[in-house]
């Protein structure tokens, strides 16, 4: 009978909602946003100001005191001002000693200074308790209730009884504590809301190089050959025609260049013989923006499949087909069905859509909110093995579709193949690579090496 009292006892919920009183230093947007949220989560909140009058922008159920009577009545204390006010905190050094500081501020630079903000906090006050946290949320996040940011908020110090104090407070507010570790960690956490997408820069100018290279190159084939060649005016091909050749090659070019570093950083495995050696720089930061690379390919992918739906209400389509319907009523034939032509376009536009499917799936469990949802197995199983099905049925799709124009020497305009031809290049050397590493002979001693075996350990690193 004790044993389950006591197992009530301890399953049973805390009835008090009593949170402890935290201080906030500075009245600023984001100080009244985050008291704001506070009191809302149900923290009593003192702001410690210059001025101890009490603001209609402040809120309501805050208490506004001096500095030092603000202190003293909390035991966390938020730092919500900017680096260059640090030193009005040096007289409060015995209020603040023992106290969790949690620093806020940001830069306006990268690297500003010589150490981080929050460093530089625990210079001045080495008998606090430093903890850098909040400054990844904004102002604007905490007052539309965080639904539409980002909900982490990363979290670095060097006390860990501290660091846990202010990682439940941000779960009392809703949002999701990132544990970045020690205090040295400070300063990438203050240089990250500086960074401009950081793992997408290599992604998209890589992108968009080659969406202008494969943009002129249609252009010159498709428009000014035409022009001189055959005094076709096809300047009109610029608005849809160019661009749904474009997005479909830059769809499949860059889903090939998601498992392209996989497939390098298999052969320098088995070239080494060890898992144990790093990777080169320009391969570690291909594939920390594979997931980048992807997203960007089903952009192009979509918009593809939206300038194909918008086909049939082109001028230049429907010219093309009264033109054939008048043909044959002139010369009183009609031209039967053909069969292989048929078939060949059933089955690039089948393959075409279930590529896009896989696409689409492969998209969806990339959002945070899905894959948090499944097992690591799951979401390699779907990134790996529906990745590189995906990838068959784009390159199938684009071989039945433009497989015609290899031989055809009607297609080497200035000796120049067709753009469809150079899409095939990457991912058919993928493909191929792929299944020879899938080999026994040559899968079995790799995944021996990545599960630890090494063929000269003393070589390793």
């Not at 000693?97 to 306006?108: F, P």
């Not at 005016?233 to 889903?255: E, H, K, Q, W």
């Not at 071989?399 to 290049?425: E, H, Q, T």
Request: proline share 5%; charged share 15%.
């Amino acid at each position: 009978m004790n044993k389950n009292s006591s197992n009530i006892m301890a399953l049973a919920p805390n009835t008090s909602n009593k949170r402890e009183t935290v201080c906030i230093f500075g009245t600023g947007d984001f100080g009244r946003a985050l008291g704001h949220k506070m009191i809302q989560s149900g923290y009593p909140v003192v702001y410690g100001s210059r001025s101890t009058q009490i603001s209609s922008l402040v809120p309501r159920d805050a208490e506004v005191l001096s500095h030092a009577e603000a202190a003293q009545k909390a035991a966390i204390i938020i730092i919500a001002i900017q680096r260059q006010h640090y030193n009005f905190l040096i007289p409060l050094a015995e209020i603040l000693r023992g106290k969790v500081l949690v620093d806020i501020s940001n830069n306006l630079k990268l690297n500003q200074y010589p150490e981080s903000n929050a460093e530089y906090l625990a210079q001045l006050l080495p008998g606090s308790r430093v903890v850098k946290a909040f400054n990844t949320v904004s102002a604007w996040a905490l007052q539309s209730g965080t639904l539409d940011a980002s909900r982490q908020v990363f979290v670095c110090g060097d006390d860990v009884e501290a660091k846990q104090m202010v990682m439940n407070i941000v779960r009392a507010l809703g949002l999701t504590p990132l544990d970045k570790g020690s205090l040295l960690a400070a300063q990438e956490i203050e240089n990250y809301p500086l960074q401009l997408f950081p793992m997408w820069k290599l992604p998209i100018f890589l992108s968009l190089g080659l969406t202008a290279f494969f943009f002129l190159y249609c252009l010159a084939l498709d428009v000014i050959y035409t022009y001189i060649y055959e005094k076709n005016n096809f300047s009109f091909f610029i608005a849809i025609t160019i661009p749904n050749r474009v997005c479909p090659v830059m769809a499949l070019i860059l889903l090939a260049l998601v498992y392209l570093p996989g497939i390098f950083a298999a052969i320098i495995q088995l070239y080494r013989g060890t898992k144990y050696r790093r990777f080169p720089d320009w391969l570690d930061k291909w594939m920390l923006c594979r997931k980048q690379l992807g997203l960007i390919a089903l952009a192009f992918a979509s918009l593809h499949v939206v300038f194909t739906l918008v086909t049939p209400m082109r001028a230049f389509v429907n010219w093309r087909i009264s033109k054939g319907i008048i043909s044959q009523a002139l010369n009183n034939k009609t031209e039967p069905l053909n069969i292989t032509n048929a078939w060949i376009s059933d089955t690039y536009l089948s393959l075409g859509i279930l590529g896009f499917f896989l696409f689409v799936l492969l998209g969806i469990t990339s959002l945070p909110s899905v894959s948090n949802n499944v097992n690591w197995r799951e979401f390699r199983f779907v990134q790996s093995k529906l990745g590189y099905l995906a990838l068959i049925l784009s390159t199938a799709h684009t071989l039945v579709y433009g497989g015609k124009w290899f031989l055809s020497p009607s297609a080497y305009k200035w000796y120049l193949p067709n753009i469809y031809m150079l899409s095939l290049v990457v991912p058919c050397a993928v493909l191929v690579v792929k299944f020879v590493l899938i080999f026994p002979c040559v899968d079995k001693p790799l995944t021996q090496i990545r599960q630890g075996w090494e063929r000269n350990p003393k070589h390793s690193e």
